[in-house]
């Protein structure tokens, strides 16, 4: 009976990480323009500097 709740638990668990990082994801990939670090029309590339 304990593995079966544990199972039970470990899977809920699992569920709501893989949904919280799925989540963060997509909301990354499609925010407002001005919060997404690139644009297809005008891509950012940052070398770095050499100060």
């Given amino acids: ?3 079966v709740i544990t199972t039970f638990v470990s899977m809920l668990v699992g569920g ?7 989540v963060g994801v997509v909301n990354s990939q ?3 323009p001005d919060k ?6 005008a891509p950012a590339i ?6």
């Fill in 46 to 51: 940052d070398y770095g500097s050499t100060n």
């Fill in 1 to 3: 009976m304990g593995t």
């Fill in 16 to 22: 709501a990480v893989a949904a919280v990082t799925v």
């Fill in 30 to 32: 499609t925010t407002a």
């Fill in 36 to 41: 997404t670090p690139v644009s297809v029309n």
